[in-house]
């Protein structure tokens, strides 16, 4: 089993940043791809960004590229997403995920992939 609890969301104003923070326990955090994904109300829970395990490979959506960036920190145990140049549009509950594949450099971008889910944290972006 692996627990993930997320934190620093928050209410920000369009153009500010936020960091979040997802810290990991119960198993070897470097054999694990992890992931961020966002869910908006009446929304289908998307992907954003995603790095395999102890390869370093990351993966971005469209719509994040460029301004947020996934880091990991597998002394802490601890994932983050760095959200820049926010935008009304990202609004939603963040969630970390973690997948056990094979290989130190396979990440997925499907929410079907993961299968240790935190219990999200909520970003909303005001004009």
């Known amino acids: 089993q692996v627990q993930l609890v997320e934190s620093g969301g928050g209410l920000v104003q369009a153009g500010a940043s936020l960091r979040l923070s997802c810290a990991a326990s119960?198993?070897?955090?470097?054999?694990?791809?992890m992931g961020w994904f966002r869910q908006a109300p009446g929304k289908e829970r998307e992907f954003v960004a995603a790095?395999?395990?102890?390869?370093?490979?990351?993966t971005y959506a469209d719509s994040v590229k460029g301004r947020f960036t996934i880091s990991r920190d597998s002394y802490k145990s601890t994932l983050y997403l760095q959200m820049n140049s926010l935008k009304l549009e990202d609004t939603a509950v963040y969630y970390c995920?973690?997948?056990?594949?094979?290989?130190?450099?396979?990440?997925?971008?499907?929410?079907?992939?993961?299968?240790?889910w935190g219990q999200g944290t909520q970003v909303t972006v005001s004009s």
């Open positions: 119960g198993r070897t955090f470097s054999n694990y791809a």
């Open positions: 790095r395999s395990g102890s390869g370093g490979i990351t």
């Open positions: 995920a973690a997948a056990l594949f094979p290989g130190p450099f396979t990440v997925g971008r499907a929410v079907r992939e993961y299968d240790y």
